[in-house]
């Protein structure tokens, strides 16, 4: 970084417009001007413990690294258009805060927004913790580890998403995804994963009812199942389930393995059943 600005506030209308190679720190941005778009088409910018309460900081901005920051409730959707950036150990509390953007990383976030991370590709996120609704709509690519989320409607309309090692408490989840893999996660919320085409779950907690209904290509490796009544209507699926299921009903094709069922429904189908349901058998 060639530039260095230091302990400064800014409340200016594009305070700091296309600044390149520079380091900003222990700076403020807020004040009576009530100014947006502080760092608007910036370049190569790092930005260090630094405090935001204005709209729409980081549009349009590139090669952008935010370190040890908080964006508070008044910084409005402060990241959008923007590619080619990371965020590491800040505390955000803007909705929308992230939109139309590619390759940014968040790792050691705390992160309270509804509407986060909309049609974005290749969205890294790592020992975050996230709360919001909506969480990574029609986001396409990407990697997510160690994230505890809490929320509703999360992850729909995802594409070749990888979620591994998190905790995640959201209703919805996975609607409409495609090409979604979660691996090693605990699952907790109502209707998981319908209408997903091609979700696989490897070694999951999964709790909730009437989870995986209308999927095409649904697999589901070593998992668990608590509370899931009413699971896999009208879908297409590979399962081995560790334990039992509550109930199974309508699945269309496929072959699901479990220790055992609550109850397996096969009537009033307004589809022909061809999935066979097995009964694992001890070694």
């Known amino acids: 970084m060639k530039n260095v600005i230091v302990g400064q506030t800014f409340d200016e209308e594009r305070a700091l417009y296309n600044l390149k190679n520079t380091e900003v720190r222990d700076c403020v941005f807020a004040g009576p001007a009530d100014g947006e778009s502080a760092l608007k088409e910036a370049r190569e910018v790092l930005v260090a413990n630094c405090r935001f309460s204005l709209r729409y900081p980081f549009w349009h901005t590139e090669g952008f690294t935010v ?3 908080t964006l508070d409730e008044k910084t409005r959707a402060p990241i959008w258009y923007s590619k080619d950036g990371s965020l590491r150990n800040c ?18 976030c705390e992160v309270r927004s509804p509407e986060f991370g909309w049609r974005c590709r290749e969205i890294d ?6 709360a919001g609704e909506y969480f990574l709509f029609e986001t396409k690519g990407g990697r997510i580890s160690r994230l505890t989320l809490e ?40 209707y998981l994963g319908w209408y997903s085409k091609g979700l696989t779950l490897i070694g999951c907690h999964i709790i909730g009812t ?11 490796v070593d998992c668990t199942m608590e509370d899931c009544d009413l699971s896999f209507e009208y879908s297409t699926v590979n399962a081995t389930v560790k334990g039992e299921i509550l109930s199974v009903k309508n699945p269309r ?10 109850q397996i429904i096969l009537e009033d189908s307004v589809v022909e059943n061809e999935c066979r349901i097995a009964v694992r058998k001890e070694a």
Request: proline share 1%.
């Open 151 to 190: 929320g509703k409607y999360s992850f729909q309309y995802t594409e070749r998403l990888t979620v591994e090692d998190s905790q995640l408490y959201t209703k919805d989840a996975f609607w409409h995804s495609e090409g979604c893999t979660v691996k090693n996660c605990t699952l907790r919320g109502e």
């Open 91 to 108: 505390r955000i509390e803007s909705v929308k805060c992230l939109r139309e953007c590619q390759r940014v990383r968040f790792a050691d």
């Open 253 to 262: 094709a496929g072959r699901i393995v479990a220790d055992g069922y609550g």
């Open 210 to 220: 009437q989870p995986f209904c209308y999927c095409e290509d649904l697999t589901l």
């Open 67 to 69: 370190e040890s920051c």
């Open 125 to 130: 996120m790592d020992d975050c913790r996230m």
